[in-house]
C-alpha cells in the first residue's frame, strides 16, 4: 500500500488486487434464503449493478 506520497505503481491495480482478496462468495441458494427469496421488505435500493438487499451472513 501506498500513501499520497508514494510514487510508481497504479491505484487502480492496487484496489483491484485489496477487493479480490475481501470479496466474499456466497451460493444463491444462501442468498436467497438470507433474503426471504428477495423479498421487497429486504430490499434496502438499488445501486448502478442492480438491487441491494440487508442479509445477516455468518462466515
Do not use: W
Request: some cysteine; glycine content about 10%; charged content about 25%.
Amino acid at each position: 500500500m501506498c500513501d499520497s506520497n508514494c510514487t510508481g505503481g497504479n491505484n487502480e491495480e492496487d484496489l483491484e488486487a485489496i477487493a479480490a482478496k475481501e470479496q466474499k462468495h456466497f451460493q444463491y441458494e444462501v442468498l436467497s434464503s438470507a433474503t426471504n427469496d428477495f423479498h421487497p421488505s429486504h430490499k434496502l435500493g438499488e445501486g448502478g449493478f442492480g438491487p441491494v438487499y440487508r442479509v445477516k451472513i455468518s462466515v
